[in-house]
């Protein structure tokens, strides 16, 4: 069965984005510094369509989570930051007409909606009924490979909570937001066991991967 | 001048104590697991007057900080944990009569006191006049070692905010605790930036040391 990874920057302090975050804002203010690591990365930059960029240690970390993905499951802010119409006119997520997954992707929603094909292999699949659902669908479409919570704080939570979560890489930036969204807020953290497995550092970030396993 | 270090264990989440921590309870509930990896190292039960223990990478960390700590700065409730009576029978911390220092303490209080030699080398000095005085006499004292600013989270907070910490140790403990006192809550994080230069992980902690600075 596909094993179920999520990853996500945390700046050291907690955050996943800055203060003031909004749909028009997702990163909140100065949250695009938490990323700054990640956007020269060659990796990171053919994934998006990029030419170039940096091969390091942390363009490894990139690598070895794009080819270990098979599907991907988003909040429903993750697809619908910076809002669109809805309806004849439905909302394409907001990467243009080629977003990075090239994969099944499986959108948590309350609204019911057609699949969404889209160009270079992404799918986004709109799913109403829960994230058990979504992960049972994400899993048949990962096959051999994992599926990725990949936001956003509110998803990854809700998966982890739920003991659903095998593997949580964070990347922790090295700075202090102050405020924003925390990626661990409101989460009934008992019997979430973790465990350090690989830790990966950089002179741009700090990747510890634990493994996560829930008693009851 | 003495480098001025500080290093904690801070929950993957951000707490350094549990839900309900008073001052009977200093490290909340389910704090003391934060610790745990410290407790049965050669290093801390020789500086605590124990013997035995594993000497392991953790073990190195804790020896290093030991070795270079000349003179260590505490809030007041670090000192006044199990809070005591005051006066004729002053209280005189809540380690015994060999505190694990072995070098001169300095408390932040408001209350003015004589200083309080104690067995092993240790003598708490009671500082009423403010962060930057306290760390003018502990560098004084230190000589050519370090200030250690050893908390609690109220003094890192403020040396922090003030640009006074050199190099801050965060040993990331695998776990969630939930709720508590976190490390970096209500900090005007404005102008502090932070460099990784150095990680060691361990299975049972991730070590992450940061050059600090501050831009005004």
Chains 1, 2 share one sequence.
Do not use: C
Not at 183 to 199: K, Q
């Amino acid at each position: 069965m596909s094993k179920v990874i999520s990853e996500i920057t945390m700046s050291l302090d907690g955050y996943i984005a800055g203060p003031n975050n909004t749909v028009d804002n997702p990163l909140g203010d100065d949250g695009q510094r938490l990323h700054q690591w990640v956007h020269d990365l060659f990796s990171w930059r053919e994934q998006h369509g990029g030419a170039g960029g940096e091969s390091n240690a942390d363009d490894e970390i990139i690598k070895e989570s794009i080819d270990a993905t098979g599907a991907t499951i988003l909040g429903r802010g993750m697809f619908s930051n910076g809002e669109g119409p809805w309806g004849d006119d439905p909302f394409r997520g907001h990467w243009g007409d080629n977003p990075p997954y090239h994969h099944p992707v499986f959108v948590l929603t309350s609204h019911p909606r057609e699949p969404l094909p889209m160009e270079g292999g992404t799918t986004f699949y709109f799913i109403t009924d829960g994230i058990e659902s979504a992960l049972d669908q994400a899993r048949e479409a990962a096959g051999d490979k994992a599926v990725n919570i990949a936001g956003g704080a509110n998803a990854i939570r809700q998966y982890l909570a739920a003991g659903l979560i095998d593997q949580l890489q964070v990347h922790i930036a090295p700075m202090l937001l102050g405020g924003g969204t925390r990626l661990f807020d409101g989460i009934d953290a008992s019997g979430i066991a973790l465990e350090p497995e690989r830790v990966i550092a950089s002179p741009a970030v700090t990747h510890i991967r634990y493994r996560v396993s829930k008693v009851s």
